[in-house]
């Protein structure tokens, strides 16, 4: 598997969208690895980690490609994880993906190319906010696309593709988010975030994998207090002592983290370096690590 990071920020973004303070002044000021667009992945060519309002311009800008998509696993309905909006631009009028490009210009359609069928997983709340835009009964009308009910502990299975959804610990109420555990071609990445932790009965349910890549959310960095429904350094070191000392990060893995806010999070010249001495990677946008 190839894991493509296309965005490793918080919801407020890498600078933060309306804040000049140290951190903010310094990413706006050396650019490259300090900017980070909010948080998304995509796996392979075909399975994306999220959909919020900017990976599809971290793609155009980066020359990735996310039109072969046919997964898309939304963690939770946060803004800077899921707009259901960037679904409305599938639709598709019968048979306009056999147009010329003189008989396109008077139709107004935002999509003129032939997709393959997209599985949109998520949990109720994702549904919600899906069906919001996209009523069930307008979904066979042009979008490719159809939704499946992701339940924490059911694993849903694809070919050549399984997928074991884990309640984690974050936003309003205790099913509010999902964090997945991907297997394919014999390998397992476990995409962690948003979360600040786990129940017992998800962390037995982690303890059942042995995982090639972990990348988890570190939103709060330096900060001292429990952050609650996210992860703080202290957290990330405590997950990734959990993994290493269970042997559950297979020798050589990876421990990864996204999902940086700049509050809290050094910017990344600073912070890759400062988790670097405890084993544990820092992603940047556009990173891309292969599993093998
Ligand atoms: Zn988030
Ligand atoms: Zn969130």
């Known amino acids: 598997m190839r894991l493509t990071f296309l965005g490793t920020g918080a919801g407020e973004g890498y600078p933060g969208r309306w804040c000049d303070c140290h951190h903010c002044r310094y990413a706006r000021q050396h650019g490259g690895k300090n900017i980070r ?19 599809f311009a971290t793609a155009a800008w980066k020359s990735i490609d996310l039109l072969q998509a046919r997964y898309l696993l939304v963690t939770h309905a946060h803004e800077d994880h899921f707009v259901p909006q960037h679904l409305i631009w599938r639709r598709m009028p019968e048979g306009a993906d056999r ?5 396109m210009r008077p139709i107004a359609a935002p999509r003129f190319t032939p997709l393959p069928h997209l599985t949109v ?22 979008y490719a696309m159809s939704f499946q009910t992701a339940q924490a502990g059911v694993p849903l299975e694809y070919p050549g593709l399984r997928i074991m959804p884990v309640q984690s610990r974050h936003g309003s109420s205790d099913d509010f988010a999902l964090n997945y555990i991907i297997e394919r071609g014999g390998k397992t990445i476990l995409y962690a975030l948003d979360t600040g ?16 890549l972990i990348v988890m959310e570190g939103t709060r960095g330096d900060v001292d207090a429990d952050p609650g429904g996210h992860m ?3 957290k990330n070191l405590a997950m990734a002592k959990f993994f290493r000392s269970e042997h559950l990060l297979v020798p050589g893995g990876r421990f990864i983290l996204s999902h940086l806010s700049p509050h809290w999070t050094p910017p990344h010249d600073k912070y890759e370096p400062m988790m ?15 599993v093998n």
């Open 197 to 212: 932790g786990y129940t017992d009965a998800m962390i037995d349910i982690l303890r059942r994998f042995r995982y090639d």
């Open 37 to 55: 667009m909010n948080s998304c992945a995509m796996i392979d060519d075909d399975l994306l980690l999220d959909l919020n309002g900017e990976c």
């Open 121 to 142: 997983i998520g949990n109720h709340y994702v549904e919600a906010a899906l069906r919001a835009r996209i009523p069930a009964d307008q979904e066979a009308d042009g």
């Open 232 to 234: 703080n350094m202290k």
């Open 276 to 290: 670097r001495e405890h084993q544990i990677d820092v992603a940047y946008d556009g990173l891309q690590i292969t």
């Open 99 to 103: 147009l010329t490009p003189d008989a």
